[in-house]
């Protein structure tokens, strides 16, 4: 986070696009973790949160895990409904500041 606060503009907004979990034990699939995201790791809502403290104000933080699911089922046909549904599809802003009349996001 802090490499990304360096580079950002006093005015400039930051988008973390990640894949997540709600579960601490759970990380990917093997089929995942080998042909689609190598040395991948699921972080912890609260890791993410905990990496941006102090660092950034929270504008928005948008999950897309349900309609991310059918393109995990397009990967992996055989990969367990009740499995997939646990994994997360998130999307964060932030700035650095804050904003002046907050943020709107575009959905």
Request: hydrophobic share 40%.
């Amino acid at each position: 986070m802090q490499t990304v606060e360096r580079c950002l503009e006093d005015d400039g907004l930051f988008l973390l696009h990640t894949i997540g979990t709600i579960a601490p034990d759970l990380q990917a699939d093997p089929f995942s973790i080998k042909y689609i995201f190598p040395g991948g790791y699921l972080p912890l809502q609260k890791q993410i949160d905990a990496a941006s403290q102090g660092v950034f104000i929270m504008e928005d933080w948008h999950n897309l895990g349900g309609d991310y699911d059918p393109t995990l089922m397009a990967w992996i046909a055989n990969i367990k409904v009740n499995r997939a549904r646990r994994n997360q599809l998130w999307q964060m802003v932030y700035s650095k500041k804050g904003l002046d009349g907050g943020y709107t996001p575009v959905r």
